[in-house]
Nanobody
Framework: QLQVVQSGGGLVQPGGSLRLSCAVSGRTLDDFAIGWFRQAHGKEREGVSCISSANTPTYYADSVKGRFTISRAHAENILYLQMTILKPADTTIYYC????????WGRGTQVTVSS
């Protein structure tokens, strides 16, 4: 059984940075497609960044290209989303995903970008 513990997020000023993490236990992250999604209240969940497999390009939503970076620490089995040059439009709840839409989800963490 795979378990996901999501952390990070919080309040940051515009232009600031945050890092989200998802620590995974029970299976190695290398076995799965991984990604980050976000969902504003009343809106559909949006894909932010995803890695489908080792041989496919990393996906980034146009709105975050050049600002966000997805990565994984293989030894620690942790998935990260480094977010820089944050904007108020990035304010919402972020979720990590392991194994695609029918896979495993983090609990979600709030990111608020405000002065």
């Amino acid at each position: 059984q795979l378990q996901v513990v999501q952390s990070g997020g919080g309040l940051v000023q515009p232009g600031g940075s945050l890092r989200l993490s998802c620590a995974v236990s029970g299976r190695t992250l290398d076995d799965f497609a991984i990604g980050w999604f976000r969902q504003a209240h009343g809106k559909e969940r949006e894909g932010v960044s995803c890695i489908s497999s080792a041989n496919t390009p990393t996906y980034y939503a146009d709105s975050v290209k050049g600002r966000f970076t997805i990565s994984r620490a293989h030894a620690e089995n942790i998935l990260y989303l480094q977010m820089t040059i944050l904007k108020p439009a990035d304010t919402t709840i972020y979720y990590c995903n392991i194994g695609g839409p029918s896979g495993y989800w983090g609990r979600g963490t709030q990111v608020t970008v405000s002065s």
